[in-house]
């Protein structure tokens, strides 16, 4: 009974996933998740999805039974019509599901086809953790084995004559009782760091930073899909740039001008200081309106990403939102400098995309992790 009624459960997770999947573009732009990103589920609306229930009543006439003719009304009750006031009707309702962090990102890659990201690097740094070794016959009562327990007993009942197939009553004695034991392990831990850039100059306005944001959380539930340790920094930057928390960074209203190597010189910085690339892999992430002070920057942006921050880390992804303001300019700064992503043996190492609105997070998405790195 217990599997069958489990099985059931498996497949209406199923059916929910399979809903998820279907507006997954729709979930994808929309905030309201990003206010639970602090915790292990999120809620949310699928439509369609009605869950079983009995409904008592007279099965003895309906639809498709006894007597009448096409447009005779159900049950011989005419349509009132549209009138005001709260109408009878059941409606639609919506079901809202509990879905982990974890689940929504393997969604989130069974959609848009990311392969697995392949850390590099050493994995020096390790964790402990318990892990289940084996079975011993003491031990904690929290720590008991239901299953293997109930199996002692009825072996010890088989053998000794005392099974009742016709009441098949079992009783576990002291000596069938079962429990897990643990062993402490060392795992390697392979971690990341997301160094995440942004422009807050006077032509980057609160739709834009929205646009940021929401393309921030999702990169961010992906790479810790995918990672154990997660480190996680913001840089800000108008003519100058600073490292600032992660409230800051989603909230601050800067004015004046863009000198985008300042995030960069920054962020450079921070790596060389923090995260070596032997024990860490970076992710460096760059959002901006595409408008930069000069093409002497321009120029000084290029060689810094060439020789400074490709090679500590594992991918850049520069994300362009589009701005009535902004010229537009950098993304084809970076295009012309790097045609080919600057490509290595596991592929682009430089990824772009623009994105003008929310519907464009999703192929966004699939642009800077289609590479798996």
């Known amino acids: 009974m217990v599997n069958a009624i489990e099985q059931d459960h498996q497949r209406f997770r199923q ?46 006439g309906g639809v498709g039974m006894g007597d009448g003719e096409d447009g005779d009304p159900v049950g011989g009750q005419p349509g009132q019509g549209k009138k005001p006031g709260g109408g009878e009707q059941e409606g639609k309702h919506l079901l809202e599901v509990d879905v982990t962090l974890e689940e929504l990102a393997d969604i989130l890659a069974e959609e848009l086809k990311l392969p697995r ?13 318990d892990k289940c070794t084996g079975i011993r016959p003491i031990g904690p009562a929290s720590l008991r084995h239901f299953k293997r327990t109930y199996r002692e007993a009825l072996k010890r009942q088989i053998s000794t004559g005392l099974y ?18 643990y062993n402490e392990v060392r795992k390697p831990q392979s971690n990341a760091a997301i160094i995440y850039m942004m422009d807050v100059s006077g032509s980057m306005g609160d739709e834009q930073k929205e646009l940021v944001r929401l393309q921030a959380f999702w990169i961010d539930t992906w790479l810790r899909r995918n990672y154990e340790g997660i480190e996680s920094r913001y840089i800000v930057h108008d003519v100058r740039a600073q490292e600032v928390d992660k409230k800051t960074f989603f909230s601050v209203k800067e004015d004046g001008g863009t000198r985008i190597s300042s995030a960069y010189e920054c962020a450079k910085q921070l790596c060389k200081e923090r995260y070596d690339p032997s024990l860490w892999n970076v992710y460096l992430f760059h959002f901006s309106d595409g408008d930069n002070s000069s093409d002497a920057d321009n120029r000084l942006c290029v060689k810094l990403i060439e020789n400074e921050l490709l090679p500590l880390c594992n991918m850049f992804g520069y994300c362009q939102v589009t701005s009535a303001y902004g010229s537009g300019s950098f993304l084809n700064v970076l295009g012309e400098a790097f045609p080919d992503g600057a490509k290595d043996e596991e592929g682009p190492r430089l990824l772009t995309s623009k994105i003008g609105g929310r519907d464009d997070i999703f192929e966004s998405l699939r642009t800077l992790f289609k590479a798996g790195r």
């Open 117 to 129: 990201i392949k850390p590099r690097g050493e994995h020096r740094i390790t964790t402990v953790r």
């Open 164 to 181: 009742d197939p016709a009441n098949p009553v079992i009783i576990p004695i002291k000596n069938d009782l079962r429990f897990r034991s």
């Open 15 to 60: 059916i929910v996933r399979g809903k998820i999947r279907k507006d997954l573009r729709r979930f994808l732009s929309k905030g309201e998740l990003i206010g639970k990103e602090g915790k292990k589920f999120v809620s949310i609306p699928v439509h369609d999805v009605d869950t079983p229930t009995f409904r008592y009543g007279d099965n003895s």
